[in-house]
């Protein structure tokens, strides 16, 4: 009984500490880190027809749904679907490996 306490105390100390970790989403961590909006986006279409900005700086890559200003889902017909377009891996001297 008292090792299931330890346990459940160590487990609740654990989650509360990772609750303190605030990380700065919008840099990019890698060797020749920067600030994301120095990179260059491209838009990939989802199989829906959908937008989402793409982009690659040859060993990350960034995904997010385009949204308009109301928070609805951006379907602009830029691409056919599974086609991503646009300077997405530019940015960054890296060159993608694949």
Request: aromatic letters at 8%; charged letters at 25%.
């Amino acid at each position: 009984m008292k090792l299931m306490r330890g346990l459940l105390l160590v487990g609740a100390v654990a989650a509360v500490a990772a609750c303190d970790n605030k990380v700065d989403k919008t840099v990019d961590r890698g060797w020749d880190a920067k600030h994301l909006s120095q990179l260059k986006a491209g838009i990939w279409v989802d199989p829906n027809g959908c937008d989402h900005w793409i982009i690659d700086d040859g060993f990350e890559g960034y995904l997010s749904q385009r949204l308009d200003k109301y928070g609805k889902p951006v379907c602009s017909g830029v691409a056919p679907p599974g086609v991503a377009t646009g300077p997405f891996k530019q940015g960054s001297p890296v060159k993608d490996q694949i």
